[in-house]
Each structure stands twice: as C-alpha cells, then as structure tokens.
C-alpha cells in the first residue's frame, strides 16, 4: 500500500509536468465497456461520470454569535419567500445608572451598522420590533428556526428605506450610513421608571429586567431584500434621549450590543410555498427531477444531495493514480437576475450514522479543492480526488453521499439554481484525469 501510494504522488508529479503534451476530448460511459478517452504516455481522461443529485431542504444552521445579522423579507421569483429576523439582547454601559431627579424621556433610538445587502437596495420595508419575553443565555446554542415569546406592543412598525450611502448627522457629529428608526417612547419611559433601581443596577439585573428585542420585517409579495447588520459596531445601539426639568437639552444614555451578548438570527421560508414548481416537487421527493436542474440557497434553506453511484466502475480499468477528479456545476444565467449566486459553496460527506465531515481534500485548502463561484464561466469546480482514490483504495464505495451547502450560510441570503446531469450542455459532472498502474 505505502509503494502504490508513493507512486501515485509520483505519477501526480510527472502529470502536472507532461500534461502540457495531451489533451482529451470523448464522452465516456463508465461500466464493463469503460475505456479511456486518451492514452498518452500514460496519462487518461474521463471527460464526463454521470452524478446523481437532487433538492432537499437544509436543516436548522446554528445562527447566534454571528460576526453579522440578517434582516429583511424578500420574494424570490425561483425561491419564493424569505424572512429573517433578530433576537439580541443589550447592555448596560456603567453601572447604577440614575437618569436623575425628574427625567423626562424624549425619544428612544434604534441604530444599527450596514454590512451590505441582497436583493433590491431602494425596497421599502415595513420594520417591527417588539421586547423580548423570554430569558435567553450567551452560553445557549440558538438555531436558525428558533423562537422566542414576545410583548404584543409593536414599539416600531414603520416603513424603512436603507440609505446605504448618505451620512446621518446626529447633534454635532455626522456618523456613516446606518440604519436608525425611532421607537415608540413607551420603552423609554419602562427605563426612566428604573432609574435608580436595583434593575439598572447591573447587567446581572439588567438581562432579566429588560432581555432585548427582536427586530423583524413584514413578509413582502414581491422583490424585497435582505440587510447585513453588523451588530457589534460602535454604530449599533439602543440610545436613550431625555431630560430633566429645567435642562435645556437632552442627554444620551446608550445600551450597546457587546461581545457578549446573546443575539441570534431567525430564518422562514415560508415552506417554499410560492417557489418554482420544479423546487417545491423535489422538496416534496421527487428526486428524478433533479436529474434537470437542482437549488442551494443560505438561510437554512436547501441544500444538494450529491452521489456518484458509476465511479466503482472504474476499478474496471485495474490499479489506477487518480491525478485530477473535478465536480463540475455550473449555474442557469437565466435565473440569476438580480439574485448573486453564492461566493463560495462546500461539499461535506454523508457518513453512515447520518452526520456530516468535511471531505479529505478540504485539508489541503482552497486553492486546491476549490468550491468558489466563477463570475466568467458562471461555475463553480471542486477537487476531491482524495475522495475518489481513497474509494478505489478501498476496493469499494460506501457512498451515503455529499452535501453541497452554501458557505457561511448564517450570514450570507445567496442562492443558486445549478444545471442538472441531464442538461443539455454545461451538464452537472465528474471529469477525471488517472494514469494507470502497471
């Protein structure tokens, strides 16, 4: 084993350097009758291994403690409908706070940091944001399909345009572009009321005296977008305005969003209820469809079953150096519109117990294993020939399958509609370059 493996790597090695002299151009099938589409100075090509594929939906993805937060409502002609929204709590930023002897709230301000957006950038939102009811813990793990109990009171229920380019001056001082509305000041007065208090004595106090806010969009019917909001930024925080009798101008009291804080996004999808027929029939099990076109989307929304049910075949071939083994999936321009496909989507491996590992290629990096999308080609390529060695290796392929998964789908709202094996061109495929084995 150890000879076989040492001449694979120098068979690697000899193929990256004659690999300039060959070139390969057939369509092969795999099976009893498999037969290499070149043979020159050893080195073979596989153009297309047919892949089995097809839709299912993602399960739940752990959302809290993400470097950004999503919210909004969009309609995706392909997808459907999509809302996100943000449970987070605050924080006190000095301790025995006391507003003073007769404070007189003035308004109460919700501002919060861009980091970029999906969808339409000029859609009107219609915004909520409610108190949060239930405890919930920093040292919690919190899902994407997760919920909490609410105060009925709506303290927001605004329509919201996003500005991503003008300053905000507030007072004297111009900050960037940011998302601010007002909030009704009943929550302001529930502060003033505190003041002096054991509530606002601490932050121990504080979290169950005030746990947060989810801050959420009304489902829109078409177009829509999703805001990136950075919720740790010196820019995002809940800012108390008020004054007391006599005072000429008000003063700020901040509670910020630190570090530390129990936050989570919540995703819906509205059980794909408006998608493209072809998406809600292979979310419903019909897996031959996928056979056409197939769907990924973040937001805990689908993923791609992928098997290779032909490869064992080659074993048909003898002992063979797999030097190149690419899945190839290329995207429908005619579904991208104004809906990026995502930057970069992973591959993991089914394993028999039904939990998922990264496949051995991803160790060896980006460069090598791949998964980014090409704006040029409309495309995406993975490497995972020490997926497909390995298999032959082993004299056998237990293939329970791959996930193909949007990367960093907590924060990111990107979809992709992939062409299927049976397309007419550009078709979803494994290519393989070996050198047989004397």
């Known amino acids: 084993m150890k000879n076989f493996r040492t001449k694979a790597r ?39 291994i047919p892949v089995t594929a097809y839709t299912v939906y993602e399960d739940s993805i752990k959302s809290d403690e993400t470097t950004y937060n999503l919210l909004g409502s969009y309609c995706d002609p392909v997808f459907g409908q999509t809302n996100a929204g943000i449970y987070t709590q605050f924080k006190l930023t000095t301790t025995a706070v006391d507003f003073g002897d007769s404070p007189i709230c003035d308004s109460v301000v919700l501002s919060m940091a861009y980091a970029g957006v999906y969808g339409d950038s000029a859609a009107t939102m219609r915004i909520n944001v409610n108190e949060i009811a239930d405890d919930f813990y920093y040292d919690n793990y919190y899902y994407s399909n997760d919920k909490l109990g609410t105060y009925k009171t709506n303290l927001a229920n605004i329509d919201f345009v996003p500005n991503f380019t003008d300053s905000i001056q507030v007072g004297t001082t111009k900050y960037p572009a940011h998302f601010r509305i007002k909030l009704k000041k009943t929550l302001g007065q529930k502060f003033i009321n505190a003041s002096g208090t054991s509530d606002l ?75 493209t027929p072809v998406l ?16 990924v989307q973040a937001m805990a929304g689908t993923k791609i079953k992928l098997k290779f049910p032909d490869v064992i075949g080659l074993n048909a071939l003898g002992k063979i150096a797999i030097n190149k083994a690419e899945l190839v999936m290329k995207v429908d321009e005619n579904s991208i519109g104004d809906y990026t496909p995502p930057e970069k989507l992973i591959l993991s491996k089914i394993n028999a117990n039904g939990t998922v590992s990264f496949l051995a290629d991803y160790a060896y990096g980006d460069a090598y294993y791949g998964g980014y999308y090409s704006s040029t080609t409309k495309e995406y390529r993975f490497n995972i020939s020490k997926h497909i060695q390995d298999a032959l290796l082993n004299g056998s392929f237990e293939d329970q399958g791959l996930y193909l998964v949007v990367s960093g789908a907590a924060v990111k709202s990107n979809r992709a509609v992939i062409k299927g094996n049976k397309s007419s061109q550009d078709n979803l495929r494994l290519e393989i370059i070996y050198t047989k084995i004397d």
């Open 10 to 48: 120098l068979t690697l090695f000899l193929f990256l350097s004659i690999s300039f002299f060959t070139s390969c151009n057939k369509n092969e099938e795999l099976g009893e009758n498999i037969q290499p589409s070149d043979d020159r100075m050893g080195v073979s090509f596989i153009q297309s």
């Open 201 to 275: 004595n601490d932050n121990t106090n504080f979290l169950k005296f005030f746990k947060g806010l989810y801050i959420s969009a009304n489902t829109v019917s078409s177009g829509g977008a999703i805001l990136y909001l950075n919720l740790l930024s010196s820019l995002t925080k809940l800012s108390l305005y008020y004054h007391n009798v006599g005072d000429t101008a008000s003063t700020t009291y901040n509670f910020i969003i630190s570090d530390d804080c129990a936050r989570f996004t919540a995703f819906d999808h509205k059980k794909f209820a408006n998608a």
């Open 280 to 295: 809600k029939q292979q979310l419903a099990g019909d897996t031959v469809l996928g056979d056409s076109i197939l769907f």
